[in-house]
T-cell receptor
Framework: AQSVTQLGSHVSVSEGALVLLRCNYSSSVPPYLFWYVQYPNQGLQLLLKYTTGATLVKGINGFEAEFKKSETSFHLTKPSAHMSDAAEYFCAVTPHSGNTPLVFGKGTRLSVIA | EAQVTQNPRYLITVTGKKLTVTCSQNMNHEYMSWYRQDPGLGLRQIYYSMNVEVTDKGDVPEGYKVSRKEKRNFPLILESPSPNQTSLYFC???????????????FGSGTQLSVL
């Protein structure tokens, strides 16, 4: 069975500072990994995904994530936080094979302080 | 515009009064799903559907029903709502369902349900 653990339900950073949101997964087979973002009063939007190939994945709004198989991690980073990045972020996993639905983490709320 | 439309946006009801939350997508997607979002618990899948007339239970199906008679619609039915079903609900769809390289989920804007 797959699962996703997001460390920290709430992360607070200063504007301009590095954003690091942590995600670790467990999967018995090589996974597909995703980060979704939820802005206030909206549904989720895909930020980026890892399927195969290059382990460093770039997404929208300057975010990127690196798949590290040895650490079973897929942490989300952004070099410089903007106020508009304040949102809830969800990591999700699904195995390569079959049509197994996504399993989401519990989410990390990012606050950006001016 | 490609979108997933949920209605209503907000709903307050009383225990035991049957309700339906509608979900419609205009992208000819085969896969549709319902999630509930609760503080500290993240998103949990209620039911999903891989195609018309094909539905499966997710992680928390108790107290819910779904149907998929048409490709574009996937209503969520609460036959006898209870206060523990107070939550924020999201409908989502994707072209074929996960396991394929270029899939992504499109989400509706959510339905905030309060059961008194």
């Amino acid at each position: 069975a797959q699962s996703v653990t997001q460390l920290g339900s709430h992360v607070s950073v200063s504007e301009g500072a590095l954003v690091l949101l942590r995600c670790n997964y467990s999967s018995s087979v090589p996974p597909y990994l995703f980060w979704y973002v939820q802005y206030p009063n909206q549904g989720l939007q895909l930020l980026l995904k890892y399927t195969t190939g290059a382990t460093l994945v770039k997404g929208i709004n300057g975010f990127e994530a690196e798949f590290k198989k040895s650490e079973t991690s897929f942490h989300l980073t952004k070099p410089s936080a903007h106020m508009s990045d304040a949102a809830e972020y969800f990591c999700a996993v699904t195995p390569h094979s079959g049509n197994t639905p996504l399993v989401f983490g519990k989410g990390t709320r990012l606050s950006v302080i001016a | 515009e490609a979108q997933v439309t949920q209605n209503p946006r907000y709903l307050i009801t009383v225990t035991g009064k049957k309700l339906t939350v509608t979900c419609s997508q205009n992208m000819n997607h085969e896969y549709m799903s319902w999630y509930r979002q609760d503080p500290g618990l993240g998103l949990r899948q209620i039911y999903y559907s891989m195609n018309v007339e094909v539905t499966d239970k997710g992680d928390v199906p108790e107290g819910y029903k779904v149907s998929r008679k048409e490709k574009r619609n996937f209503p969520l039915i609460l036959e006898s709502p209870s206060p523990n079903q107070t939550s924020l609900y999201f409908c989502a769809s994707s072209l074929k369902g996960y396991g394929r390289v270029n899939e992504k989920l499109f989400f509706g804007s959510g339905t905030q349900l309060s059961v008194l």
